[in-house]
């Protein structure tokens, strides 16, 4: 078994050796300047040749925000920006191996974390797969962000009154290359190699220069993807019990990504304008084939079921944002428009053929079972925001606005009946028309109009900011398959208030509270009946819900390590009301015994606490100023009571622990790293299951040449400790069932896969 002390023990001999090479290499460089923020473009040799080791940014905003450019996550060559997340800290993810979708900030469920994009929202794919979806619609999936489009990545650890209030974990802004960030251009080529001995290939380019009168930035970027896992499960009666089947699958993920981004800076009738916009689309195949043996004897004679599970995908995604800004009334004026679209098509099948259900064994079946469905999905987002922003004495700035957010969706879920026929038969019954199941054609609605004020400041040491926001939410649900229409709206007054103190040159302390919110996700408020929509089992929407409110609390501690090095602890602390949790009805699922309609509910109050420590330095201190070291490990707890009792929040991790080096040799123009990921084990309880998920740890290097000033040629490689994904589900019919520990079944999955080679070149031109 694969330990984080192993792989800690993996990377010890690798740290050791590094020392004696950066002294020897090193020479008599001088120190590397210190890293701060250019008035001027990055050129593209700089970025495309790092001249030095990349550490997190510090701040100096009164709110509590971790910086970390670019160049920080790129030796790594993340492919999205779900790969460049998973360095940072508190980020968790609940994903298969291999891949970061869904972001977990400090372990909790996807909508509790508010993702920007340059600081705006972007639509969310809801019950869909999507690439920006992940289930719920107020959030949305990382993974098909190619990480080439990023300029830097923000934690913002507690809200303020100008930004949106659906933050309660916090918001990840993944800020994006503006029109200021490049001058001149570089091309990207390589190629993957997965553990099933496919390659792929991934190509892209940037450029960045004075067009007319003002800046313009165009990129594009196709990246080959896949997945290549395998699954075991094994079922029981109960713990300890003789087991009852298993099912061998192997899930192979492929597809291509292609992406697309521009930005146009210019000064306009005496003010600034700026247009830009992204673009990505993707195609994807997942083909999962399954074999099901009675008492896991895998032979012939006692093989129950094979299984082949298809679904195509393909999706759009788009934004659109234009700022115009104006110095007027005193003080600067400025205007936002955006757009956001995202586009989901996914058709799936599923045929299961059955033996065992006579006394004739493999090859000859029993019966087959054939299910078909077609999803299409619109998302669409329009959002406005005008602000006026002016100094009201020395030091002190008052700015006040209002954001406008009309969220459209329309659902269209079609299949064709479920087609079942016994064998042999040399005529088999063709598939019926395509038609819309229940509550499969659908439209939601979402209005709202946020105003708010702020005041900031700075005296001395001191800087401040407090701030009201008014948050007002309008939502309807149309059901054309009942018909019917559902009308919710909400009002939240969101206050907020920070405060950060430099102890000394060094030293900063600071102390951040805001009220921030939950709203359901269109999903849990629609009434209609959504069969086997979790698994087997159905689901069905509560417009009665409530949205969850919370108020949180951050405090820390940064300082300074030399010129460029940083560490900081933070403690965090939210009361959460009106908890929104999936619950079981009791009811029987459309798919028969054993199967459960699930709903949502507000299960009432819930605490979320932790410790978050964070380390990026070099090591200059003892004479190895070209190594760098990271590190980041947080504690997350929480606590929310249910019908058996106290628990943790859903699927909350226990902790996101990293730590790597980066070695640079300037004398050979090289440079080299490894890095250590971990997170703990997260439990979710719900009526009728229980689930334990935990993972390996995750080793990831690279080896770097630098040819010049303008190529650069890295090799690296991913999950070398071959992960895996362990879970154990507990199963129950009733909760008298659940409390008296009487099983309707135990089952364990394992799921793992391979290395991950990249061969990647960059040139600057």
Do not use: C
Not at 238 to 259: F, L, M
Not at 335 to 361: C, I, N, Q, V, W
């Amino acid at each position: 078994m694969k330990t984080k002390l192993f792989a800690l023990a993996a990377l010890a001999p690798l740290v050791l050796a590094a020392a004696p090479i950066a002294a020897w290499a090193a020479g008599a460089d001088a120190d590397a300047p210190i890293a701060t923020a250019a008035d001027a473009p990055t050129t593209a040799s700089e970025l495309v040749v790092q001249a030095q080791i990349a550490y997190r940014n510090r701040t100096d905003q009164a709110p509590p925000v971790l910086d970390y450019g670019l160049d920080y996550f790129q030796r790594f060559e993340p492919l999205t920006a779900g790969d460049a997340l998973k360095r940072v800290p508190s980020v968790a993810f609940l994903s298969d191996v291999l891949e970061s979708d869904g972001v977990r900030l400090r372990g909790l469920d996807p909508a509790y974390t508010q993702i920007l994009i340059n600081g705006e929202k972007v639509p969310g794919a809801g019950s869909g797969s999507g690439a920006f979806g992940s289930g719920a619609d107020s959030a949305f999936f990382v993974d098909r962000i190619p990480a080439e489009l990023i300029e830097r990545i923000e934690i913002v650890r507690s809200a303020s009154a100008n930004r949106s209030g659906d933050a309660v974990a916090g918001a990840l802004n993944i800020v994006l290359r503006d029109a200021y960030a490049l001058d001149g251009g570089f091309v990207r080529a390589g190629a993957l190699m997965f553990d099933d001995g496919r390659i792929r290939e991934t190509l892209g380019g940037v450029w960045g220069g004075q067009v007319g009168p003002g800046r313009l930035l165009i990129g594009a970027n196709m990246q080959g993807r896949r997945n290549p896992k395998n699954k075991l499960s094994l079922r029981y009666d109960e713990p300890g019990a003789a087991i009852n089947n298993s099912e061998v699958q192997t899930d192979v993920r492929n597809g291509t990504d292609y992406s697309f981004n521009a930005s146009y800076q210019t000064p306009l009738a005496g003010g600034d304008f700026d247009l830009s916009g992204f673009f990505v689309h993707t195609d994807r195949y997942q083909n999962e084939d399954s074999i099901e043996y009675n008492k896991d004897i895998r032979n012939n004679a006692n093989l129950s079921t094979l299984n082949d599970n298809d679904v195509d995908i393909e999706q759009d995604s788009y934004a659109i944002n234009g700022k115009y800004s104006h110095e007027m009334a005193g003080g600067t004026t400025s205007l936002k428009l955006g757009y956001a679209s995202f586009k989901d098509k996914e058709a799936e099948f599923e045929d299961e053929t059955e033996y065992l259900r006579d006394a004739t064994p493999y090859p000859d079946g029993d019966r087959i079972t054939r299910d078909k469905s077609k999803t299409d999905l619109e998302d669409t987002e329009f959002s406005a925001k005008l602000e006026h922003k002016r100094d009201l004495s020395e030091g002190v700035t008052l700015q006040f606005g209002v954001q406008y957010e009309k969220k459209q969706r329309d659902l269209l879920v079609t299949e064709v009946p479920r087609n079942r026929y016994n064998l042999p038969t040399n005529n088999p019954p063709a598939f019926g028309p395509y038609a819309v199941i229940d509550g499969g054609d659908a439209s939601f609605e979402q209005t709202r109009i946020d105003p708010y004020v702020m005041l900031d400041g700075k005296s001395g040491a001191l800087k401040w900011e407090a701030g009201l926001r008014y948050e007002t939410t309008d939502v309807t649900l149309q059901d054309r398959t009942v018909p019917s229409t559902t009308d919710v709206d909400y009002k939240f007054l969101l206050p907020s208030a920070s405060i950060r103190y430099n102890v000394t040159a060094d030293d900063q302390i600071y102390v951040s509270g805001a009220r921030t919110i939950r709203r359901p996700s269109f999903d849990y408020l629609s009434p209609a009946l959504l069969t086997a929509e979790l698994g087997d089992n159905d689901f069905i929407g509560n417009p009665e819900l409530k949205p969850e409110s919370a108020w949180g609390l951050d405090a820390g501690y940064e300082r300074r390590m030399g010129k460029q090095g940083v560490v900081g602890v933070n403690v965090f602390y939210r009361k959460v009301k009106d908890l929104i949790e999936l619950t079981n009805t009791g009811a029987e699922g459309d798919e028969g015994p054993g199967t459960f309609v699930y709903s949502a509910r507000n299960t009432g109050d819930g605490k979320v606490w932790g410790v978050e420590f964070d380390l990026s330095t070099p090591l200059t201190a003892i004479g190895l100023k070209n190594t760098g070291v990271f590190l980041n490990y947080s504690w997350l707890d929480s606590d929310v009571n249910d019908e058996f009792g106290s628990r943790k929040f859903n699927s909350q991790s226990d902790y996101v622990f990293n730590i790597g080096f980066i070695q640079d040799l300037p004398t050979w123009g090289a440079a080299f790293g490894a890095t250590y990921r971990k997170q703990g084990e997260a439990y979710s309880r719900v009526v009728g299951e229980e689930v334990t998920t935990t993972y390996d740890g995750d080793l990831e290097i690279f080896l770097e040449k630098r040819i010049g000033k303008d190529l650069t040629i890295r090799l690296t490689a991913s999950n070398l400790l071959d992960g895996e994904k362990k879970e154990t589900f507990n199963k129950f019919t009733t909760i008298e069932d659940q409390k008296d520990r009487n099983f309707d079944e135990y089952e364990i999955e394992r799921e793992n896969a391979g290395p991950v080679f990249q061969l990647i070149a960059r040139l600057a031109f």
